[in-house]
């Protein structure tokens, strides 16, 4: 009952269900997280009277997802809601900065986390062929792709529009778009009608998305709002050189210049630019693919953020 969309009557039956499990249980500590599923955790919590909870919103949705009042609306109901949350965690400091901007909650409790991956490992050099001849690319040609869900809000229509740019330009580039989601068709009817429409790719939902961006050249993320962009991290942590919006974390993730390409969100013009100057240089992918991978090593392990989260839970407990 408990789904990402909205809707009142099964999310009130997941609340119902909710405020069962708490009661049969009796927990001493409720952690929640993103938005509608940390909202009815938290509510339930704070009817069965469970004080200390932990949120991790990971991210917001007061802008990119909503029209202004729904905005609002939400925003009014996050200030409620941290009232009777004990800790909030984020994962970069920027997204600290845009809660307490937005007066969603005090600052004594907020806790900066870093985000953890576990290391994805890089394909082989034969799977790689393969996937190639399956997917229809040539060889020598460079993949630029994104992974993501195909909604407006992670900006995938500007990636689109960078892309036929880039392709009335250059024939030796293909573009791989990893995900589903509401914009698929539009996407898809749009590519259709370029004359190059064999060089844009579609996969869908792939179990192996991970896998598949060690084919890429360069990484996109164009998003509009994100609170980190897990995918820049699995990706820099692979060795592939990474261009992303400057929005919520993701500048806290990757720094501009040194480890990838930071550009304005929703400004396909510049995308394509951008694009178009790192596949002509060559040593420049390298040096961003090799500070990415020390970054990501030295700040995002999966054992650091566990170590973290540890810590976390012994100071609540003993408080």
């Not at 339930?44 to 909870?53: D, S």
């Not at 609002?72 to 004990?86: A, G, P, V, W």
């Not at 992303?244 to 510049?270: F, K, M, R, Y």
Request: aromatic residues 8%.
């Amino acid at each position: 009952s408990l789904r990402r969309e909205i809707n009142p009557f099964m999310d009130l039956i997941a609340f119902l269900k909710l405020c069962y499990l708490f009661y049969r249980i009796n927990p001493d500590i409720i952690t929640t997280h993103t938005a509608k599923a940390g909202a009815l955790g938290r509510l339930a919590a704070f009817c069965l009277g469970i004080k200390k909870v932990i949120h991790f919103p990971h991210g917001n949705i007061f802008y990119g997802y909503f029209n202004k009042a729904g905005s609002l609306f939400l925003l009014k109901l996050e200030q409620l809601l941290s009232i009777i949350t004990r800790r909030i965690i984020v994962f970069t400091e920027s997204e600290k900065e845009i809660l307490l901007k937005l007066g969603l909650t005090r600052k004594d409790k907020i806790t900066v986390l870093a985000a953890g991956i576990d290391p994805l490992l890089p394909p082989d050099k034969d799977w790689i062929k393969k996937e190639k001849l399956s997917l229809g690319i040539k060889e020598g040609n460079f993949i630029v792709g994104m992974v993501s869900r195909l909604e407006p809000v992670k900006g995938v229509d500007y990636f689109m529009l960078a892309a036929l740019k880039v392709l009335e330009s250059r024939d030796d580039v293909c573009f791989l778009i990893v995900g589903e989601g509401s914009l698929r068709a539009k996407l898809k009817l749009r590519a259709s009608n370029h004359k190059k429409k064999d060089k844009i790719i579609f996969t869908g939902w792939r179990e192996d998305a991970g896998v598949l961006m060690g084919l890429m050249d360069i990484l996109v993320q164009p998003s509009l709002n994100e609170a980190i962009g897990r995918v820049l991290l699995q990706a820099q942590g692979l060795g592939i050189a990474v261009i992303a919006t400057q929005v919520g974390g993701i500048p806290d993730i990757v720094s501009n210049g040194v480890t990838g390409i930071l550009i304005p969100p929703a400004e396909s013009e510049t995308l394509a630019q951008e694009i178009v100057s790192l596949l002509s240089d060559t040593a420049k992918r390298e040096a961003l693919a090799k500070k990415g991978i020390e970054l990501v090593k030295s700040r995002f392990s999966w054992e650091m953020m566990a170590k973290g989260i540890r810590q976390l839970y012994k100071e609540e407990v003993y408080k």
